[in-house]
């Protein structure tokens, strides 16, 4: 595969989507393996993905046009925002390489599953050539910091929220709801207004507290300016989380969040990604209206004003005070509400 993602330019024939590991039947494992083999494996997977340089990315989204938003703010680190099917493709399967290093280790990927399909990467064909890729690099290394991704609906046109024949989004079929059973309020809403908030994930190599405050700044301001980009405005972001984790970034955006109560989140053990409802705390889904673009950019111009600062922590506190976000709970199937003031969401480590 190469040394890192840049090197793989000559083996790009080799690596198209298609041919990315798509997995093997779910009673497939492999004759007779050792645990010391997996453990091996999955070693490698990690010493891999830990060892990719993306430094050419930033120039050649750039090069092509392709990049859809960045900030350099002198800090040392770059923040990009790219579609899929605009991301050349060796760094596309570095991304996936990247997400599935991350989620093993957190543990919220089967380490059975990749080491009995020969995994190294998630599979590129789960990729809509429209989801929106935000990644922030380190300059000297290359390297990935943090990233996000805001994943678009599989439906080809815009179907109305509320059509029992839409493609349901990933967190849905997770937590066994439909939007439309919750969300009186859809009106006109069609999927392709609905994006997914999806592996918002630090690099496991970044301990400093400060840097990993400032990426988590960066990925938020591409975020919030990713919602309004041209082409794809979002209406409505959804996904599911922690509530005394990432629960946190989406307050600190400003937004109104919807939790769901009452849900029990699982994933076929088929699917790689099964331990991310098991080994997690609870885990419930959300939704929350985007805002206006008048709003949407104020809030971005004070969250790279917080992604710029000296002091990261001092930046977070006055961030805070500016930026007024909230969330309710909601019973996903009485559907009535109770709110929970901000101060409530937000308390805890931000940067954690």
Known sequence: MGRNADSMAGGAAALRPWNVPLGLSGDHRAAGPSEGARQRYIRDILRLHSRQS???LDAELRRTDACLYRSDHGRGVVTSVARSESIPERYLVGLAGFRLSEYLRAGFASEDLVFSRSLFCEPVREFHPADLHVITTDVASGRILGYVALAHTKDPEPRPLNAADRHPFPCEQAHDVRLQDVLR??????THAVREVKRFVHAHAVTDRSLRLR???ELLAALTRASRLEGCPTRLLIGDVEEHVALRHLVLLGLDVRLLLGTEPRLNRQNVMHPMYTAREKVLPFYAWA?????VDR??????RAAASDSPFRALRELMAQLTGSVRYTDAERRVGRTVPRADAAAGEVAA
């Not at 309020?185 to 069609?190: I, K, S, V």
């Not at 805002?291 to 709003?295: K, L, N, S, Y």
């Open 299 to 304: 809030r971005g111009r004070l969250l790279e």
């Open 215 to 217: 990426i988590t700044l």
């Open 185 to 190: 309020e859809a009106g006109d809403l069609t």
């Open 291 to 295: 805002p206006a673009a008048e709003e």
């Open 54 to 56: 993306f430094g050419r």
